[in-house]
């Protein structure tokens, strides 16, 4: 009972994935991100796959091996929807027999949507649809997808909560932001995220060179 949505812009060479549902704390259970590769574990979601997934992935640089290890290491695959997205490459996804209509995944340009329990069949097109044509920073971008999403028929029951990570350059995450109870969490990723964005990089900064940074109340007050 989940839509989320990998991206990754060849440009920086930053990755990410962002994720809503109807239950509580999306976040703390749904995709995880390495550098060079974002793995989904979703339906009846297991995290325990994510690091299947990672490991096979930092050993072999394969989607496909990474993907039949997660689909390996799953107890009642059926149940389970996974995805490895990979910073180059085509993106590969697996649906359950089990997972509720409807369910599935759509690869677009630099993108890889999925879902399940979905409101509409419009809701993973709409998703690519709205990553593709967002512009700016990739976390941007991948908000407006899930939002699009949203629109388009959302889940078939209210959502709860969301969560958004981008990593970056020299493996930190620029962007990682959860709501875990909400009766709009997307709205209020939005806005969180908003309020973030002119701050990342001065929170890089110090973790880089601290001589070069700033104090945190440099810049939270100023």
Known sequence: MTFSLAGRDPETGDIGFAVTTSSVCVGARVGAVTQGCVVFSQARTDPRLHQVGLRTWDATNDAEKALAAMKDAATAVHWRQLGVFPATGPALHHTGASCMDVAGGLAGADCLA??????????????????????GDLASRLMA????????GSERDPLQSASIVVLGA????????RIDASAQPLQDLQAMLVAWLPKAAAYRVRALDPDAAVSSSGIEHT
């Open 114 to 135: 999925l879902g399940n329990f979905l409101g509409s069949e419009q809701v993973l097109p709409s998703m690519v649809h709205g990553f593709e044509t967002a512009t």
């Open 145 to 152: 997808g899930l939002l699009a999403g949203e629109a388009a």
């Open 170 to 177: 020299e493996n930190l995450k620029d962007v990682d932001l």
